[in-house]
């Protein structure tokens, strides 16, 4: 056993050796996705080696040169005297290093927004970048695992918030030799066998803790829910109008995606990465200042690290953008892939025609809507709104392994179309100006996730004052005057350009500047709110644990805490994910194993697997390591005792984070599925007219074979039965609901002709406040 420490002092690395005690031994301690601990003592006199200090550099090998801990001291030396020997008194010092990632832990996790549907190392990789990328070389090739949604938690250190990643996406990360590695669970087995003569029988201790589970309830957060479309008629003098349910709103530490000023001493490397090869990007005092490109798109670009989730409505700006002449690129871009101009969703296209700078909308990679020419001095704000009816476009992944292997569930796309407004807001006088719609459309197929970059320049001259990108929840509003075509209403500060806003108490409520007219039309789309859950069991485990007198059903009920259960299809995912593993008996083992010199030869690290096998003990299982103690005292040759502990999925929860609490607003399922079909949400349904008679549907996809829509009065009611909420049944895609009040509410839902019927997941509602 070799302990070496540079005290960083000027002095070099120190050989401790001679002076460590075996009483208490070397101890190091490995935990999965935590930081590594090693403790020792030390006896020192004078002339001995100097005395460690604080923040030193430890290393421990074995005789063989096995690196078993590198890390840093992190405390003064606890002293007792120990004695007196020939050359005076002799200390015992006790000291506690912790592994390389204390460098990093040190220092704070900015804030920042979340993402989705990045794979496990490119989140690591960010994460060490935004606190320091300069400190631990990263080993990430091997995990392309996905993980379905991500937060940083800046009131957690990086190795709090790296663990959280790995665990998320079933894998393990480990810190030393100065280098970070992460890589998924098992990626290295120990085989541990009793006819190999590689397993001691008497030294392992292993048994099933936990018992089956076969109907889980998994509980969510709020999501969205019922597709509402609810108008209203305008009189001329109303500026508010009541909706009828709540709308779905982000939380407000969701709300704000990114916001950036450019107030700091270099652009901010925590919110976006730079491609300027030749030096055309800097700060000013006037903001984010550009003084041209390469003239080669995509290579001159200011980046966002995070993408955007394209769900609910966002509402991004660009704000202080003064342009100069001959400029030439995209402002304000969003990108389904990397920064290009055929590649932009959305965005500002800047360009010369016959000598004059013009700026226009430019969609799925080309120039539409109307243009405008900026005027030299001028500052304007860029503004571009999103709006998809899907507030979830990434569903969260699951992954676990059970009796039948390795599972995995959820972490696909949402496919859903969004509306889109692109505006410009003259601001050089201060936020008195309307702004001008360029573009007011449709998009029948947008991306789930988008890059953004506020510049991707050619040959851009002038510059940005601020980036705002904000979630506004899941509201879109639209008009119609008497006649005339559609619009859209633009939410948000009056200060913005806007027409009105939608408060939290469920109000709209419009500006003096745009009241609505008498007769005009308003159409308000919205989400509802309501909490996620499922209810799942496993038909084939019910069964063969029944026998007659004990039932076969075991329930489990509670939350998933991470990843993070965003909607019902998520709990679904959960559920099925939990089944894997609470209905396999292998899923629960947990215990220990203890053996001498197990460093050769591969050492063990958590996240390793142990295949054991053991005939005499009918024992034939994989065991996931989740800790590994070392214990060495100073002889020739080495003999560190290991105790490796091991747990497997539902023994101790590994990928996923569970709690047995239940929300007090859930509404628990009362059967279980065994398995889920549901048809897709009406999310098409339109209202095509509205009468004194009747209220035209247009329900946007074709009927189900030998089913139809059904319309009901009140929500979460459908099925079969023939009561007073049923309004009617229709076969057919276009068809009339008879007009009974002027204030009037419908639910619908498509169905088959299965047996039970197959329903949508969530209705489209349809609510009506116009006068018969």
């Not at 912790?98 to 832990?105: F, R, Y």
């Not at 076969?214 to 209203?232: H, K, L, P, R, S």
């Not at 350009?497 to 419009?510: M, P, S, T, W």
Request: hydrophobic share 40%; glycine share 10%.
């Amino acid at each position: 056993m070799k302990l070496t420490i540079d005290n960083l002092n000027g002095n070099g690395t120190i050989d401790y050796s001679g002076s460590l005690l075996n009483k208490p031994p070397v101890s190091i301690t490995r935990k999965l996705n935590v930081p590594s601990i090693c403790s020792f003592a030390l006896a020192l006199n004078a002339p001995g080696p100097e005395t460690p200090l604080r923040n030193g550099r430890v290393i421990v090998t074995d005789d063989n040169g096995v690196v078993l801990f590198t890390g840093y001291v992190v405390t003064e030396p606890a002293r007792e005297l120990a004695g007196a020997g020939t050359t005076g008194a002799i200390c015992q010092l006790t000291l506690t290093a912790e592994s390389d990632e204390v460098l990093l832990d040190r220092q704070s996790v900015p804030q920042t927004r979340a993402t989705a549907g990045q794979t496990a190392g490119r989140l690591l990789s960010a994460l060490t970048s935004r606190v320091d990328p300069t400190l631990l070389t990263l080993n990430i090739a091997a995990t392309p695992v996905s993980v379905g949604h991500f937060m940083p938690d800046p009131g957690q250190c990086w190795s709090q918030n790296a663990g959280s990643i790995a665990a998320m996406a079933r894998s393990a990360y480990s810190a030393i030799s100065g280098t970070l590695s992460l890589a998924p669970i098992g990626t290295v087995t120990h085989v541990l066998s009793e006819s190999a003569g590689t397993l001691q029988v008497k030294s392992l201790n292993a048994s099933r803790v936990k018992t089956l589970a076969n109907d889980i309830t998994v509980c969510g957060t709020e999501e969205g829910a019922a597709y509402v479309t609810e108008i209203f008629s305008g009189d001329g003098s109303t500026v508010v109008f009541d909706l009828t349910l709540l709308p779905y709103f982000p939380t407000a530490s969701h709300s704000k995606a990114l916001v950036d000023l450019f107030q700091g001493a270099v652009i901010n490397p925590v919110l976006w990465q730079i491609e300027d090869g030749g030096g055309h990007i800097s700060l000013t005092a006037a903001g984010l200042t550009l003084s041209g490109g390469n003239g080669i798109d995509g290579q001159t670009a200011v980046v966002a690290i995070d993408q955007l989730e394209v769900g609910g409505a966002l509402v991004i700006e660009a704000g202080g953008v003064q342009f100069g002449a001959l400029s030439a690129g995209i402002v304000c871009g969003l990108y389904t892939g990397s920064v290009s101009a055929a590649g932009c969703f959305a965005g500002f296209l800047v360009e010369q025609v016959a000598g004059a700078t013009v700026v226009s909308p430019l969609i799925e990679g080309v120039a539409a809507g109307a243009t405008f020419t900026p005027t030299a001095g001028h500052s304007y704000t860029l503004r571009i709104r999103t709006y998809c009816v899907e507030i979830q476009r990434i569903l969260a992944a699951y992954y676990a392994v059970g009796s039948n292997g390795e599972v995995s569930y959820g972490g696909n796309a949402i496919p859903a179309g969004a509306k889109l407004v692109i505006e410009v807001q003259d601001t050089t006088s201060g936020a008195t100006d309307i702004s001008t719609v360029l573009y007011d459309g449709w998009v029948v197929s947008s991306p789930a996730l988008v890059t953004f970059a506020p510049v991707n320049s050619t040959n851009l001259i002038g510059s940005i004052a601020s980036i705002h990108v904000t979630e506004a929840g899941a509201v879109w509003v639209m008009s119609q005057d008497p006649g005339g075509s559609a619009f859209t209403r633009k939410l948000g500060l009056a200060t913005q350009g806007a027409d009105a806003r939608i408060e939290r108490n469920g109000r709209l409520r419009f500006y003096t500047s745009a009241i609505p007219a008498a007769n005009e039309t308003i159409t308000v789309t919205y989400r509802t709110a309501h909490r996620s859950v499922a209810r799942l069991a496993n038909s084939a485990s019910v069964g063969a644990e029944g026998n007659g007198t004990i039932p076969g059903t075991a329930r489990w009920i509670g939350s998933v805490t991470s990843p993070v259960t965003r909607s019902s299809a998520d709990c679904e995912n959960a559920a099925f994910t939990l089944l894997a593993q609470t209905t396999s008996r292998d899923a629960a083992w947990s215990g220990s194993y203890t053996g001498f010199n197990l460093q050769a030869p591969q050492d063990f690290w958590p996240g390793d697997l142990l295949a054991v096998n053991s005939i005499s003990l009918g024992i034939n299982v994989s065991l996931v390591v989740r800790a590994v103690s070392i214990e060495a005292s100073t002889s020739s040759p080495d003999l560190p005792r290991y105790t490796i502990e091991f747990a497997n999925d539902w023994a101790e929860a590994l990928s996923m984070k569970v709690s047995i609490s239940v929300p007090k607003d859930a509404w628990l399922p009362q059967q279980a599925q065994t398995a889920v079909t549901v048809l897709a949400s009406l999310t098409l349904l339109a209202v095509s007219s509205v009468t004194g008679t009747v209220i035209q549907i247009a329900a946007g996809v074709s009927p189900p074979a030998g089913g139809g829509f059904e319309v009901r009065r009140r929500d979460w009611y459908f099925g079969p039965s023939n009561d007073a909420d049923l309004v009617l049944r229709s076969p057919v895609s276009n068809f009339a609901i008879p007009r009974e009040a002027a204030i009037e509410q419908y639910f619908i839902r498509q169905y088959d002709a299965s047996s039970p019927a197959n329903y949508s997941r969530f209705s489209s509602a349809v609510f009506i406040n116009v006068p018969l």
